[in-house]
């Protein structure tokens, strides 16, 4: 009887580990920099440290400083929050603030200057970007390439990822007054842009039903969807670096440091960290803060190199917490 109850102790173990992911310790020096907001989404550095921060319901937008003043500097009111759409991406870009948002009709990208913690003088980008009451996109970043990134969605109507002639379902690179590109297509709902040291373009994107996943994007690519969620191996699509079960992620906003991606996931209430290699190949993927704060979505890294990380508890699917939602300030390790 010894020797039996050993052996199924050894088995139970194995059968609880896992080959593709670890669980760690919370990463050192976590702290909460401002708390009492609603669904943070989108977040970007200003140049003295201070961040701007974007509100998806409310459609405000923030400063926040690293001592946690946090200043109303305009609520959009040409944004028309519902489901998954409202005020979403922003960017920085010298003397002017880059907004994503779902308007009356349609998702657009608006330019905005920024001075004396004000905006002024709106400028629509890229308009007629599809809208529904999910997959909407929303993420935008400067690339070391000093172009202006953007994700867009699907909005559930599948075939548009596919769609040359859609927006939906696509990167856009655009230039600072509005000349835009599809960079890739074959997304679903690409919420987490970053580049790490080499200039390399990855992006996190929700899957259906099976395996969320993280992309190298490269100018053209296709990845697939709807016609391959995850893995697929086809030679006309693009497979990912990472994936996960759909219940362990949900990856949403996305930054580079330390020589790893960080990603924050909603359904999977983590923060994951997904080391690269010189050549920017992914290691085994490594979970912090599982179950602490909720729902991770907004991920940014900061100027005195820290990661920003935003809760989305208050977006109709998460369970607030006293606080919520908050930011978080969070110092990687490797």
Same mark, same amino acid.
């Given at each position: 009887?010894? *020797?039996?109850?050993?052996?199924?102790?050894?088995?139970?173990?194995?059968?609880?580990?896992?080959?593709?992911?670890?669980?760690?310790?919370? =990463?050192?020096?976590?702290? +909460?920099?401002?708390?009492?907001?609603?669904? $943070?989404? #989108?977040?970007?550095?200003?140049?003295?440290?201070?961040?701007?921060?974007?509100?998806?319901?409310?459609?405000?937008?923030?400063?926040?400083?690293?001592?946690? @003043?946090?200043?109303?500097?305009? +609520?959009?009111?040409?944004?028309?929050?519902?489901?998954?759409?409202?005020?979403?991406?922003?960017?920085? *870009?010298?003397?002017? /603030?880059?907004?994503?948002?779902?308007?009356?009709?349609?998702?657009?990208?608006?330019?905005?200057?920024?001075?004396?913690?004000?905006?002024?003088? $709106? *400028?629509?980008?890229?308009?007629?970007? =599809? *809208? #529904?009451?999910?997959?909407?996109?929303?993420?935008?970043?400067?690339?070391?390439?000093?172009?202006?990134?953007?994700?867009?969605?699907?909005?559930?109507?599948? !075939?548009?990822?596919?769609?040359?002639?859609?927006?939906?379902?696509?990167?856009?690179?655009?230039? +600072?007054?509005?000349?835009?590109?599809?960079?890739?297509?074959?997304?679903?709902?690409? @919420?987490?842009?970053?580049?790490?040291?080499?200039?390399?373009?990855?992006?996190?994107?929700? #899957?259906?039903?099976?395996?969320?996943?993280?992309?190298?994007?490269?100018?053209?690519?296709?990845?697939?969807? !709807?016609?391959?969620?995850?893995?697929?191996?086809?030679? %006309?699509?693009?497979? =990912?670096? /990472?994936?996960?079960?759909?219940?362990?992620?949900? =990856?949403?906003?996305?930054?580079?440091?330390?020589?790893?991606?960080?990603?924050?996931?909603?359904?999977?209430?983590?923060?994951? @960290?997904?080391?690269?290699?010189?050549?920017? %190949?992914?290691?085994?993927?490594?979970?912090?803060?599982?179950?602490?704060?909720?729902?991770?979505?907004?991920?940014?890294?900061? $100027?005195?190199?820290?990661?920003?990380?935003?809760?989305?508890?208050?977006?109709? %699917?998460?369970?607030?917490?006293?606080?919520?939602?908050?930011?978080?300030?969070?110092?990687?390790?490797?």
């Amino acid at each position: 009887m010894g *020797k039996l109850r050993l052996i199924l102790v050894l088995v139970l173990m194995l059968a609880g580990c896992s080959t593709t992911t670890a669980e760690s310790a919370p =990463p050192p020096g976590t702290r +909460t920099v401002a708390s009492g907001l609603s669904v $943070p989404w #989108g977040l970007a550095f200003l140049p003295g440290g201070d961040a701007l921060v974007t509100e998806r319901d409310s459609a405000r937008v923030l400063r926040i400083s690293p001592g946690g @003043q946090v200043k109303e500097v305009a +609520t959009i009111a040409e944004a028309r929050p519902d489901g998954e759409g409202g005020l979403m991406g922003v960017a920085v *870009k010298d003397e002017h /603030v880059f907004l994503y948002y779902t308007a009356a009709s349609d998702n657009r990208i608006v330019r905005y200057r920024f001075a004396g913690d004000a905006l002024s003088e $709106p *400028k629509v980008l890229v308009q007629g970007i =599809p *809208k #529904g009451g999910i997959h909407n996109g929303g993420r935008l970043a400067f690339g070391p390439d000093g172009f202006l990134y953007a994700s867009t969605g699907e909005t559930g109507d599948r !075939p548009l990822a596919q769609d040359p002639a859609s927006l939906g379902g696509k990167i856009l690179r655009l230039t +600072t007054d509005g000349g835009a590109s599809v960079h890739s297509l074959g997304h679903r709902n690409v @919420q987490g842009l970053a580049w790490d040291p080499q200039g390399r373009m990855y992006a996190s994107e929700f #899957g259906a039903s099976s395996r969320d996943e993280v992309n190298r994007i490269v100018r053209g690519g296709n990845y697939g969807w !709807p016609e391959v969620e995850g893995e697929g191996g086809a030679p %006309r699509f693009t497979d =990912p670096i /990472v994936t996960w079960p759909t219940s362990d992620a949900s =990856p949403s906003g996305m930054a580079y440091a330390a020589g790893s991606l960080w990603v924050g996931a909603l359904r999977g209430e983590r923060l994951w @960290q997904i080391p690269l290699d010189a050549q920017g %190949r992914a290691g085994t993927p490594v979970a912090h803060l599982t179950g602490r704060y909720g729902r991770l979505r907004a991920v940014a890294l900061a $100027p005195d190199g820290t990661l920003w990380v935003g809760t989305s508890n208050h977006d109709g %699917r998460g369970s607030p917490r006293d606080g919520d939602d908050r930011i978080l300030a969070i110092t990687p390790g490797r």
